[in-house]
Structures are given as structure tokens and as C-alpha cells.
């Protein structure tokens, strides 16, 4: 994949397209939605414009219950863009929906973020107009 | 026909050297491996009539086609990825096997060192496909950028799984520089590394160093694929392809394969060993050597996995102080150095080593090397080949 390094902004703005228009929406509105094929309610994330079970286009952007559970992490020792500070760490997150998403935490060192660690969906507004889903430690 | 077990052979291979910066073009590198690679055959320019590149390459077709004199092109096609060295020798054996062409060149120049670059490729100026956008919209804003991190991330589960130490990786490394350090051509010549110097090296992301990455280098290489019947007319001793596929599944991405139900192995990998073993008539046991993906160390030990030569979560065991794996050792890998120990020039030096070694002429020759597996793309879309000295 070419290397694109968005450096005008705090962090490399999410390109947004049709396909991932409604998700983007959601989390300036502060609320994490994924796709849900409306024929076979199947979850689905990343985006895609059909189903893969039912390979129907018809689809629904449906709230989550912003918990889950980290799946995996790790922990950038070197910085690729100047909007991160190292060291810091990007975790793999499963929801309960039973989709993924990569994200960071936050209110955690990276030493003490462990596989399994049950997290839920906090807002970071970065800038005017960009929102990021984030994820803190529960329990 | 669904088989080309024996309808194509390897004739003529030809690497540069690998270095820090060539002070070539990208296309100057290739002008120059594919003549030493008709050379190395027997054959000319003239002869040509097909040509399969690597999609990113700097050096276009029609480039390449004007500068070599080439005049009568019937056949030219591309390969992306990292899958793309097996695949695109296979693309060459599915040319010459229904002959849409008779003689065809297989080329890969990369200045990834020096990034010197004056022959910019039209698919590479900075477009990103709607499928790449999608990636970097859930990566990119979380810092998640470099094949580095995009990795790390299957290995820490695949670690979570298995019970594995970082540390373990290392053996890997190590025996991939003590190959490349008997091998003139790479940038690690008598540059051997023991494995506490593993250890020493520098963590990038963690749970991974920098000796788990490949070296960035500038070189290239290219090979020459005819029938088998041509090729007993031609000055070496042919190289068969008798075994080579492709594999993609769901949610395969490049580097990112997060959304699948497992993500602590190479599905697409396991796949290709399936058919390649199958197509070939032969088992794991009979091969001699292998040149796996080692742009990423950690996805070794899941290759050997994968391709059934020990069995899940094993792998690192396999590779345990280096014994089964080094030249003397039951299954020596990546002999020239590979990524690792030799260069990153997107695997094509795996297919060279591997013709290399079947020809008897490797830096680390296995005795007897008549059957060799090639691996390519590991961690994504993936390819691999099983080449032998006899049809």
C-alpha cells in the first residue's frame, strides 16, 4: 500500500468514501455504529458495500454496545508520524457484535494493557470536525 | 488443463548485486538482469515474446520493451504483492505451457535503499485504491502505519496462542545472516551475527526487533521461463516447475488479515503448500531445501507450519537454535540469506536461490538439492512454487 503521510493535520484524517460515509457520521455524533446487513443481520466491519453471507447490498448503521475486549496490541517504540508520541500503543479490539477494530486506549500505559482486557468506547475530539473512537479499561 | 506440472522450466536466471545505492534507475537495473539473464540461456532479445512484471515495479513493460529491443511482445502480465515472485514464474509457466509465448522474461528492480528512483511507475504516484483507502481510514488515524506495527499485531496473538517468547524469533535471523554472510552478493557478506546480537537489536514495535525485518536494499533480478522441450536446446541445466499456485480468502489483506475468526496463522499459505504438493507428486519429506517470506521473521515459523512441515504452533520449536534449519541441517532455509541476510528485493531472490541450488551453484549448496519449495506473500495474498532438477 502507497504511504500517504497526512502531516497538516494532528493525526492522518480518515479518508472518508461512500462505503465508510455512515461510520464516520456515527462517531461525530459520538456514537459507534457498524454495519448490519438488513436481510441476514449479519455485523460487519471494515465497511464493504455487500454482505459476504447473504450478498445483500441493503445494510443498516447500527449502534454497538461499545464493549469488548482487547485481541491484541502492540507497542510503536518509533513514531511514523509526528502526531504520535513514542512510545505508544495500537490494540486490536473484539466487540461484542463480534466484529474488530484497531484503535488506541487511553488512561493506560502500555505495559499494562494485556490480551482479554474488557474495554468500552470512549470519544476523543481531536479537532474541528474529527472524532476518534477510543477505548478505555473497564472493571 | 488444470496442471502445469512439467510444461515450463526455469533457463536463465541473473541477479545484480545488492547494495546501499545502486546509482542506477530502476530500469537500468532491469535492462541489465534480463540481458545477463538471456545470457545466462543462451538466448537474445530477439527471442522474447513475453513478459511478466511485479505490478509496483518502476520499469513498465513497454519500457523495458523499447530498451531492450524486444520487438515482437505477445504476452506481458503483472503480479501485486508480496505474493508476487511465485506467482509471477507461475504466470510465466501458464504462458509458455499454452503457448501464448515461447520465451518469457520474469523481472524486479527495486532501489528501496536509496530510493533512487527516475523512472517513476504510473501506479505508484500516489493513488490509492478505494479497497487501500478503506485499510488506512481504520488504521492510519490511530498511529497503526508501518508493515512493522501491521505485523506485530498477528504476532502478538500468535505469541498469546502458542506460549511463544519474542526472543524465540530470533534463531531465524540468525541463521538467515550466517547463509547470507557466505554469499558475495548480499549486503551482509561475512557479516554473520550471533544470537545475542538478536537479542541486542533495537525493538521497533514491540514484541518485535529490528533484526525481525527485512533490509531494505537496491537490486534486481530477472529469469527466463520456456517449455521444456525449448530448453533442452539452451546452455544450462533446466529448472522445472512442478508445482505452482496462488491463494486468496476471506478477508486476506496485506498485512492486516484482523477480521477472520483466527488470526495466528497463513490460511492463504496452507492453501498454496496443498496444491503445490499435490500438483508435484511429492510430500514435505522430500523436499530439500526451502526459500520461505522472510520480510518478517515472526511469519517463518508460520510458514513451516503452514506448508506442513511440523505441525500448528510448532513452528518456532522447529527453528530453535537453528540446527534443523542451517546448511547441514535437515531442512536448510533461505540459503542465499534471503530478506533477512541477503536483501529485500520482494522475494525474487528466493526463486533465484531456489534455481540456484537445483543447478548446484548456491553460496550454502544442499547436497542433492533436487526438489526445492519457494514461499511468497506470507501474511497476505499468497504464492509458492516446488521446483525440481528432473520432469
Redesign the interface.
Known sequence: ????Y?TEHP???????W??MGY?EGINRHELVFQRCKECGTWR????PVC?KCRSFEKEWTPSTGKGAV???????????P??KA??S?V?LEMEEG??????MVDIK?EEIS?GMPVEVVFEDIAEGLT?PKFRKVG | MNNIKNRAAIVGISMTKFSKDSERTELYLTCQCIKAALDDAGLTPDDVDGLVKQTDDASDEHAVTSSMGMGNLTYFGESRWGAAPSAMAMRAAMGVATGVANYIVVYRSVNGASKRRMTPSMR?S???S?S???????????????NA?RV???V??YM?EFGINNDQFGWVPTVCREHGARNANSMFYQKPIAFEDYLKS??????LRRMDFYEEADAAAALVVTTPERAKDLKQRPVYVLGAAQHMA?ETE?LTS??RPS?SGLPEMGKVGEKIFAMAGVTPKDIKCVQLDDSYGPFVPMQLEELGFCNQGEGVDFCNRGDRIRLGGELPLNTSGGSLGEGHIHGMNHVIEAVRQIRGTSTAQVKDAELVLVASGAGGPASGLILGGKS
Open positions: 500500500m502507497s504511504m500517504v497526512d493525526v492522518p484524517i480518515p479518508p472518508i468514501i462505503d465508510n464516520w466491519h471494515p465497511p464493504r459476504p485481541y491484541s496490541w502492540v507497542t510503536y517504540q518509533e513514531s511514523p508520524h502526531g504520535f512510545p505508544y495500537v486490536l466484529v474488530r477494530l484497531v484503535s488506541n502500555p490480551i476518534l | 505508484t500516489g493513488q490509492m478505494t487501500d483507502l478503506l485499510q488506512w481510514t481504520f488504521h492510519a488515524p490511530f498511529g497503526h502505519m508501518s506495527g506485530a499485531m498477528i502478538r496473538r498469546h533495537k525493538m521497533i514495535v514491540e514484541p476471506l496485506e484482523y477480521y488470526i
